[in-house]
């Protein structure tokens, strides 16, 4: 994505950050942003993220796909006009992740991909800055009440970030294969994570 692309694209969300800058959530263009969600999901750090292996055109028609839904969006995060990260929010009870824990009204799924360091390595408190303001998208722009993720049971990394971010973890379950003209998911072993509005934003 060039820099001169994502002023076109309104913000879903805009928030300035001391130390980071303006972080923009854009919904996310399927053929814009293919070849930078390609690059990130190609590498071996983002193995669990299900996209290894797959083409530039391949990713291009997974976003697409789910642009086409109501219940799952995909949005592209960026820096001061440089992407950062890949967030998707979805409805539970319109996810296998619904069949696997008891959904509550205000609950929303999220998957976020983090884009690897640049140059200067990683920074200090970086990441939860740049969490806390998707949080404040989700939970307060949506109005939702809980947010459920679900990774990989073997990314340990992902989960111990989740839980440092003040999620509660919840059980351990098995995700079950989804086989459909649109959508091939393999059945993957998650370990459930949640966080309430009031635990994220207290008062």
């Not at 998707?134 to 109005?143: P, R, T």
């Not at 990314?155 to 971010?165: C, I, M, Q, S």
């Not at 294969?177 to 393999?186: A, C, I, R, S, T």
């Amino acid at each position: 994505m060039s820099d001169t692309h994502a002023p076109a694209r309104q913000a879903v969300h805009e928030q300035q950050v001391d130390g980071l800058g303006t972080v923009r959530v854009l919904p996310l263009d399927a053929h814009a942003d293919a070849e930078v969600v390609h690059g990130w999901a190609s590498e071996e750090r983002a193995s669990f993220w299900g996209m290894n292996g797959l083409t530039r055109d391949q990713v291009a028609e997974i976003y697409a796909h789910m642009d086409t839904l109501d219940t799952h969006h995909a949005f592209l995060v960026v820096r001061d006009a440089e992407p950062v990260a890949v967030l998707q929010t979805y409805e539970p009870d319109a996810d296998r992740v619904g069949h696997c824990y008891e959904v509550r009204p205000g609950d929303i799924g999220v998957h976020l991909l983090l884009a690897p360091a640049g140059a200067q390595g990683a920074r200090s408190g970086w990441t939860a800055a740049l969490v806390g303001v998707l949080l404040s998208y989700v939970l307060l722009g949506l109005d939702r009440r809980r947010i459920v993720v679900d990774p990989d049971v073997r990314n340990e990394k992902a989960v111990a970030r989740f839980l440092k971010l003040g999620f509660t973890a919840g059980p351990a379950i098995v995700l079950p294969e989804v086989d459909l003209p649109d959508v091939y998911l393999p059945e993957k072993h998650a370990q459930l994570a949640f966080l309430s509005r009031e635990v994220a934003f207290p008062g």
